[in-house]
Nanobody, 113 residues
């Protein structure tokens, strides 16, 4: 199983980014997908999850600003991030679980002016 995350970068406060996580080696249609993030000096935290059926949940800190989605034909999960704040700066990881947990390599998001 491989999860390849992309889409990070440097953005100004108030800007937007879309992260992508392409999965391979797993039946994407039946697994939940999640995005986590880890800021410098902090623990990794769950940002958003989407079930195989498309139901989404969010951490309170990103509700109304971030949207998680998935395209089963492309085997890809997305995280649309709007109204970004400096405190959103972190390495973002995609994750799935099928018997065991799998992590992508991570993509760095830096929100700074």
């Amino acid at each position: 199983v491989q999860l390849q995350a992309s889409g990070g970068g440097l953005v100004q406060p108030g800007g937007s980014l879309r992260l992508s996580c392409k999965a391979s080696g797993i039946n994407f249609n039946i697994v939940n997908m999640s995005w986590y993030r880890q800021a410098p000096g902090k623990q990794r935290e769950l940002v958003a999850s989407i079930t195989a059926g498309g139901s989404a949940t969010y951490d309170d800190s990103v509700k109304g600003r971030f949207t998680i989605s998935r395209d089963n034909r492309k085997r890809t999960a997305y995280l649309q991030m709007n109204s970004l704040k400096p405190e959103d700066t972190a390495v973002y990881y995609c994750n799935t679980f099928y018997r065991v947990g799998y992590w992508g390599r991570g993509t760095l998001v830096t929100v700074s002016s």
